[in-house]
């Protein structure tokens, strides 16, 4: 970290010929368990990932916004002012990376700033340079950490004084009315507020936070991310299709969302739905009860006991979502017979990673028996490496 740090800044120096004003960062996230409840006021329980995103940023004595990224080092700055942001907005150039950048800037700007947000005609311009070790699309919200650690730094050289949970919300609308990708609020809200060997509790329908301890640390216990390269993409059909569903369930069943619906309530829902629009709802109940289960589990007995939960996650996506492909089932089975607690894909599925929760002492017996199994299958080498819960968005000490 102290290494990308000095080269940012000194790329920085080298793109604008001045010092930077600040460095702010932001982790990537693993969602540990509670998928695809997300959008069905439901819980989640993701961390965030010693991987980082950098934004070193100077401010400007004008009203542009630049941004440059190591990501793309042939394109130079690509700026707007301040006031044109809302043009920016309305052209929509959904593939174009300096969306997530200039949406915070835009979110700011919003009502999630206060009532009327920040007055983006008083704000000083600014140059933000990005630099990340979170991958792109592979399922760790390398998006939301661009996001969280734009917002922390503006909200610091604004002087916005906007606490965590409004910055992940600025996040979240930048993401959804800028960039354009439906979202929920779990990316940035690991990224936002993530600690240390602990993971983010978090419910979607109160958004309220609770931060529990993993204790993955004294147990001998690591996350082992294992990327099987396929793209997920987000906006595609599959996604939209998952959410219709759960939508149409909640309706049928008369509900406002499938967090209304209880374990208790399934044979009922069974009765009334469609068999394929019963086993969307029957992952989302379960799945919610899991991640309950999980938190509980955490603080009463420790993580050693929660790989069944984990296990029983990915049976329910891969049986009732449907979202898992052969690639990710494989990891998850592979992982867990050469001796992982639990395991299952992560993220929004069809795609993407697996994590597996593995005894230190057992990380390579799992990274070696992986490998083979994709070589048999004639799969692409998978990508498989270590996260440590960490810290959430901060600033970075000054050199
Ligand atoms: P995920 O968040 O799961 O990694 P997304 O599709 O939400 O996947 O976000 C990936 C997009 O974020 C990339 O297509 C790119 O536009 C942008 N992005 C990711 N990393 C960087 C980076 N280091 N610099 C600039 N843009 C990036
Ligand atoms: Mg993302």
């Given at each position: 970290m102290s290494d990308m740090r000095d080269d940012v800044r000194e790329l920085f120096r080298a793109l604008t010929g001045r010092e930077v004003d600040g460095l702010w960062s932001a982790p990537g996230r693993v969602n540990l368990i509670g998928e695809h409840t997300d959008y069905n006021g439901g819980f989640v329980l993701p961390f965030a990932i010693d991987r980082r995103t950098v934004a070193a940023v100077g401010v400007r004595d004008d009203d542009r916004i630049r941004v440059a990224s190591t990501f793309a080092p042939d394109e130079p700055w690509i700026e707007s002012s301040l006031p044109d942001l809302d043009a920016v907005r309305a052209a929509g150039d959904e593939g174009d990376w300096a969306r997530y950048p200039l949406g915070i800037a835009w979110a700011l700007g919003q009502d999630v700033a206060g009532p009327r947000g920040a007055d983006l005609r008083a704000v000083p311009g600014v140059d933000i340079l990005i630099d990340s070790t979170v991958p792109s699309g592979a399922g760790l919200s390398s998006s939301a950490a661009i996001e969280c650690a734009v917002a922390v730094a503006l909200n610091d050289l604004w002087r916005l004084g906007l606490d965590r949970p409004a910055l992940a919300k600025a996040g979240q609308r930048s993401e959804n009315d800028f960039v354009g990708a439906p979202t929920g609020i779990l990316d940035q809200s690991a990224s936002?507020?993530?600690?240390?060997?602990?993971?983010?509790?978090?419910?979607?329908?109160?958004?309220?936070?609770?931060?529990?301890?993993?204790?993955?640390?004294?147990?001998?216990?690591?996350?082992?991310?294992i990327d099987t390269g396929q793209a997920h993409e987000h906006a595609n059909g599959d996604y939209r299709d998952r959410r219709e569903a759960c939508e149409r369930g909640a309706r049928e069943l008369g509900v406002v969302a499938l967090r209304d619906v209880g374990v208790g309530d399934l044979d009922r829902a069974r009765s009334v739905l469609d068999d394929v629009t019963f086993r969307r709802v029957r992952h989302v109940v379960t799945e919610d009860a899991r991640v309950l289960e999980t938190v509980r589990l955490l603080r009463e007995e420790g993580p050693r006991s929660i790989g069944a939960a984990l296990d029983a996650s990915h049976a329910s996506m891969r049986d009732d979502f449907e979202?898992?492909?052969?690639?990710?089932?494989?990891?998850?089975?592979?992982?867990?017979?050469?001796?992982?607690?639990?395991?299952?894909?992560?993220?929004?599925?069809?795609?993407?990673s697996a994590i597996a929760l593995v005894?230190?002492?057992?990380?390579?017996?799992?990274?070696?028996?992986?490998?083979?199994?994709?070589?048999?299958?004639g799969y692409g080498q998978p990508d498989a490496f270590v996260v440590r819960p960490s810290d959430g968005a901060t600033r970075e000490p000054d050199a």
């Open positions: 936002m507020l993530g600690r240390r060997d602990h993971a983010v509790f978090l419910d979607c329908r109160s958004l309220q936070v609770e931060i529990v301890p993993l204790g993955f640390e004294q147990a001998g216990l690591s996350v082992l991310v979202i898992t492909t052969p690639q990710l089932d494989l990891a998850v089975e592979t992982a867990r017979d050469a001796g992982a607690l639990g395991a299952r894909m992560t993220g929004g599925g069809f795609g993407g005894p230190d002492e057992l990380l390579s017996q799992v990274r070696v028996a992986v490998d083979g199994a994709f070589a048999e299958h």
